[in-house]
């Protein structure tokens, strides 16, 4: 089984959260079912000067306003195609925006390109690799399986992963022979989307089969409180809808021999972790008293992941004599709030504004608990390393928090089961009202242990998950070798 991956991050190639994360990791989960898997990215600069020793497997003369070639290369461990088209991705910034935190302008023919290239080669394109499965993840691929769908040829199967709904890549209608699209696509069973062009809901709706990232979050997302406008349409697909939670890779996250840390552990070791724990502060500059719960955030700083109701509950945080660490960048608003907090209080509370790996996973080593109070989370990443690596993680009930971590309650903490505290509603009393929780679990010694053993013994790997996907791509292989087009509107 063949398998082409498209996405516009891979870590540890291009990150700038989980989606990187997963895209990075699953082909080598997946190598254990069986499945090859090349993974199809934008050739960013930081991308292609990384590489050594590309092939080139494909070019036009011209992709949506410049040439572009298609690299074939061994890196990082993983099998790559890279999509070399410098009119598109030869620029400074990030992926998606410049260093003016501006989207690009032209991030409508960026990523149709990226779409268009993967179906290309799912079609058969490059000689001697021809996948039986062209999977998409996020609205920037989601193109792909309409250019399949509209342009004919060769049809492998197709899967389109949403990781966050809250991002529908939406633009405005003219582009529609821009990007390569036939008038008959605009339609409410193509690509249009109110009044525009949805790359998310194109794919959503063309693809074979949609997954997202937790079993409660593929739930949420039909209702119209969490929809965005696709509730309906996802609603319409059924059982062609499925949530396959993400998994860590437990070898980038693995407390006994991560270079970032002072000293390896792990749950028979628990005393080691105290290193970490002395790092932490002293790294951050936090006072030395190792009786105070240091609470642990690491994050983007934004609504969805509830940065604000951390900065509403600091008064208590500090009333309850805790210690706040975070590291973190996104909105300017919350990033000033933090480290005017942090200015006020420089001995208990310590923000770095950024992205820092090392610090990362000292936060996930160092902290007692880990802060995820999410308004919405598809699946979240942090709090399973937090779960690994011993630290409670502090969650709201959503999405796939609510499906990787158990809470402390009176009957979970009987049964040996729980794992964290799990609140809800995910307002400031919801949130203050877990935090006290969690300090008088923190006073209780012997539960800490017990549930803090229970949070390092769970299952957070891709195996389970892996074998979902393998099986879902034999599906949708039976469904293009049928020629069946699976889904049509009732
Ligand atoms: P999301 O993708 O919604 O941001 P996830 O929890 O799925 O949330 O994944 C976030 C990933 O990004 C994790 O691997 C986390 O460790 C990492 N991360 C987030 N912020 C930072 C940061 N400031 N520095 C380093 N890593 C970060
Ligand atoms: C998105 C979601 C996050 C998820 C990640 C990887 O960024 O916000 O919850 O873990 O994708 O699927």
Not at 97 to 105: F, I, L, Q, S, T
Not at 241 to 259: E, Q, S
Not at 271 to 289: F, I, Q, V, W, Y
Request: net charge negative; proline share 6%.
């Amino acid at each position: 089984m063949r398998v082409l991956s498209v996405a516009s991050e891979c870590y540890p190639l291009v990150k700038t959260g989980g989606l990187a994360d997963v895209v990075g990791a699953l082909p080598a989960a997946l190598a254990a079912e069986g499945v090859e898997v090349r993974t199809l990215l934008p050739g960013y600069p930081g991308v292609v000067d990384a590489l050594h020793g590309t092939e080139v497997v494909q070019a036009e003369d011209d992709l949506f306003g410049g040439p572009a070639r298609l690299l074939a290369v061994r890196a990082a461990g993983l099998d790559l195609f890279v999509l070399d088209a410098p009119h598109l991705y030869a620029r400074p910034g990030g992926p998606y925006a410049g260093p003016d935190r501006r989207d690009w302008p032209d991030n409508a023919q960026r990523f149709a390109a990226l779409g268009w290239m993967a179906a290309s080669v799912g079609r058969g394109a490059v000689e001697g690799w021809a996948p039986d499965v062209v999977h998409a993840h996020d609205w920037q691929a989601g193109l792909m399986p309409a250019y399949l769908h509209y342009g004919g040829g060769r049809r492998p199967g197709t899967v389109l992963t949403v990781h966050n709904l809250a991002f529908g890549g939406w633009f405005p209608a003219d582009l529609l022979g821009a990007l390569r699209l036939p008038a008959h696509a605009f339609d409410i069973e193509g690509v249009e989307f109110y009044g525009g062009i949805g790359f998310l809901k194109a794919g959503l709706r063309l693809a074979d089969r949609v997954t997202t990232v937790s079993p409660t979050y593929a739930r949420e997302i039909t209702t119209p409180e969490e929809g965005y406008g696709l509730d309906g349409l996802l609603r319409a697909r059924g059982t062609d809808l499925r949530g396959i939670l993400n998994g860590l890779d437990t070898a980038v996250w693995d407390p006994t021999r991560d270079p970032h840390l002072p000293k390896p552990f792990d749950a028979a070791r628990m005393t080691a972790r105290e290193a970490s724990r002395a790092a932490l502060r002293h790294r951050m500059g936090l006072d030395d008293d190792p009786a105070a719960l240091v609470l642990g955030a690491v994050t983007r700083l934004t609504p969805q992941k509830g940065t604000d109701l951390i900065l509403a509950a600091l008064p208590a945080i500090l009333a309850a004599g805790m210690r706040l660490a975070v590291l973190g960048a996104g909105e300017a608003g919350l990033e000033d709030g933090l480290q005017r907090a942090a200015a006020e209080h420089p001995d208990r509370v310590a923000v770095r504004i950024g992205y820092d790996e090392a610090l990362a996973h000292l936060i996930q080593a160092g902290c007692d608990a880990l802060l995820v109070p999410s308004r919405f989370e598809p699946c979240g990443l942090t709090q399973m390393a937090a779960l690994r690596y011993g630290a409670l993680p502090v969650v709201s009930r959503v999405g796939g928090l609510t499906d990787t971590v158990i809470d402390a309650n009176e009957a979970a903490l009987a049964v040996g089961a729980a794992t964290g505290i799990v609140f809800a509603p995910v307002t400031p009393a919801g949130f203050e009202g877990a935090l006290a929780r969690l300090a008088a679990l923190w006073h209780d010694r012997d539960s800490w242990a017990r549930t803090q053993g229970n949070a390092m013994a769970a299952q957070v790997g891709w195996e389970a998950s892996a074998r979902r996907y393998a099986a879902l791509y034999r599906e949708v292989v039976a469904i293009s070798r049928s020629g069946l087009t699976v889904f049509t509107e009732t």
